[in-house]
């Protein structure tokens, strides 16, 4: 069975600082792995995602993610971090298969001035 | 891009009354849909997924007498929440993903707000 593992609830960081929160996963096969993001009563934005190919991957809104075979993991990360990063995000995989997307519990980013 | 609509936004009903999500495709065609429930500061779980033309598939524990799922066309599929009640109070997010595009991310609509009176 799939699963997502985000170790942290909330993580806590002051803008312009780097930020990363960090995921964890299990899926029998290649993964393909997404991050969301989700603002107060609102629906999924997606940011990124790994297929295949080069193990850093970079999307919207200057986020970028690194996919680790070894340790399964693939944590996102910000250079610099933005107050208006504030949100709950979301890693998530799946698997080759093209099954629903399983997500992890969503990790609380708080960017402070 | 692609853009997932998802309509009510928000719904407060009497206990008793079935409710009904719509969920649009406006750009693209989906064969299947999934639809995701998510209680306060928790994650989406994932309740069914949504096939054109047959039967839903429910996860483990979702009752599908309680949620029943119609996917007539290749851009529409309905959630019907029969007989709601205070605990079926939640937020409902629908999702779709371009068809024969399975390396392509899933796209959301903006969720459905129910609250049961």
């Known amino acids: 069975a799939q699963s997502v593992a985000q170790p942290e609830d909330q993580v806590n960081v002051a803008e312009g600082n780097p930020l990363t929160v960090k995921c964890t996963y299990s899926?029998?096969?290649?993964?393909?792995l997404f991050w969301y993001v989700q603002y107060p009563n609102r629906g999924l934005q997606f940011l990124l995602k790994y297929i295949t190919g080069d193990n850093l991957v970079k999307g919207s809104y200057g986020f970028e993610a690194e996919f680790n075979k070894s340790q399964t993991s693939f944590h996102l990360k910000k250079p610099s971090a933005l107050v208006s990063d504030s949100a709950l995000y979301f890693c998530?995989?799946?698997?080759?298969?093209?099954?629903?997307?399983?997500f992890g519990k969503g990790t609380t980013l708080s960017v402070s001035s | 891009g692609a853009v997932v609509s998802q309509h009510p936004s928000w719904v407060i009903c009497k206990s008793g009354t079935s409710v009904k999500i719509e969920c649009r495709s406006l750009d693209f065609q989906a064969t299947t849909m999934f639809w995701y429930r998510q209680f306060p500061k928790q994650s989406l779980m994932l309740m069914a997924t949504s096939n054109e033309g047959s039967k839903a598939t429910y996860e483990q524990g979702v009752e599908k007498d309680k949620f029943l799922i119609n996917h007539a066309s290749l851009t529409l599929s309905t959630l019907t929440v029969t007989s709601a009640h205070p605990e079926d109070s939640s937020f409902y997010i629908c999702?779709?993903?371009?068809?024969?595009?399975?390396?392509?991310?899933?796209?959301f609509g903006d969720g459905t707000r129910l609250s049961i009176l």
């Open positions: 899926v029998s096969g290649n993964p393909y």
């Open positions: 999702s779709a993903r371009e068809e024969g595009k399975n390396n392509q991310p899933q796209h």
């Open positions: 998530a995989v799946r698997d080759q298969a093209g099954t629903a997307l399983i």
